[in-house]
């Protein structure tokens, strides 16, 4: 089906939602100017003003977006990483500043130099490897191997290599320190790191859509990387701890929530994980959080946006008004800026939502 079709017929909505006039009509006029093909909800006080979906999630089955259309969490997936992580420290298995090596069996030489923070942080200067034809990341299968689903071996395949800068000097974003991040993980507790997403994340808080991308057919929404061209095949598993969960946008917002407001893990973690540092792009441990002069007042965000092949996801809060917007598109035109662009679609949605009575 043409793109112009799919922008023209409107997805779904929650009748059940008392959804604001204005948040919609900046998300309408965004997809009939033909950049925004896919899924938004917005919880004030964990309840839903907007839940809707805008166009089609599979042009070729004409399936329509909604709030509870499966898609990708794409990078979003590191947040759940670091919480994992916070919880590890909160336990006191853990340790920020120790070192990589402490954690994992026979790890590079390099990893008694970058500590579990740096790798939090994106600090540590691991880099993938660039390995030539067998180096088919992230576009293409790597394997039909279910192993490439364990972050160990995706970390040890193209993550073993030196640091390229000094450990703590540079913020350079990439799925290297995560995949060693579920590395610690698995190896601590024996469990898969996407195990224990869903018995210590997802099913305290009822989030019954996540599961781990696997090998196999697709089931999420697809992606486009043109008007009309297809997103090339995707080896979406072998992302595993970086990039590897799958749900559906009302289950990833209710996360964001319950994440900001300490559900899971002691609020002085929750502080901690997420303090950005202006010196590291404000970013924090698993997202990025910072204040920004919006509409004349300081106000505090945390932002985590994710992009595998042709869908992109950005979730984006303000925790002291309780405020949690979610949306994903596979429009490759979608532009998901941040607060930090007053005139913004991200920033238009925003605004909308704080100003919803």
Not at 303 to 329: F, N
């Amino acid at each position: 089906m043409a793109l112009g079709a799919a922008i023209a017929m409107a997805g779904l909505s929650n009748p059940a939602v008392a959804e604001t006039g204005a948040v919609r009509q900046v998300i309408d006029l965004e997809a009939k100017a033909g950049r925004f093909s896919g899924a938004v909800i917005v919880l004030k006080d964990g309840v839903p003003i907007v839940d809707h979906g805008w166009g089609l999630a599979d042009r070729a089955t004409g399936r329509s977006w909604q709030t509870s259309t499966l898609t990708r969490y794409a990078s979003v997936t590191k947040q759940m990483t670091a919480l994992l992580l916070f919880q590890e420290i909160q336990a006191g298995r853990v340790e920020l500043a120790a070192p990589l090596s402490r954690y994992i069996k026979d790890a590079p030489s390099w990893a008694g130099t970058v500590t579990i923070e740096h790798l939090l942080r994106h600090t540590s200067g691991v880099r993938e490897a660039d390995v030539g034809e067998s180096y088919d990341f992230p576009f293409h299968p790597a394997s039909s191997d279910a192993a490439l689903a364990r972050p160990l071996n995706q970390a040890n395949r193209i993550c073993s290599d030196a640091p390229v800068s000094a450990p703590g000097t540079e913020f350079k974003y990439g799925d290297c320190e995560y995949y060693w991040l579920g590395a610690v993980l698995e190896q601590l507790t024996g469990q898969s790191w996407d195990q224990l997403a869903l018995d210590r994340i997802a099913r305290p808080l009822g989030l019954s859509s996540w599961m781990a991308a696997s090998p196999g057919p697709d089931t999420t929404a697809r992606g486009y990387v043109s008007r009309d061209e297809l997103e090339p095949a995707l080896g979406i598993w072998t992302f595993s701890s970086a990039a590897g969960m799958t749900g559906t946008l009302t289950d990833i917002a209710r996360f964001e929530r319950a994440l900001v407001r300490s559900e899971l893990l002691d609020p002085k973690l929750t502080a901690q994980m997420l303090a950005g540092r202006e010196d590291y792009q404000s970013h924090a441990m698993g997202s990025w959080s910072y204040t920004w002069p919006f509409d004349g007042k300081d106000i505090r965000f945390a932002e985590r946006q994710g992009w595998v092949g042709g869908v992109r996801l950005i979730m984006i809060s303000v925790p002291d008004e309780d405020l949690v917007i979610a949306m994903v598109s596979n429009d490759p035109d979608t532009r998901f800026d941040g607060a930090w662009n007053p005139e913004g679609f991200v920033s238009q949605v925003i605004r909308a939502s704080r100003n919803n009575k």
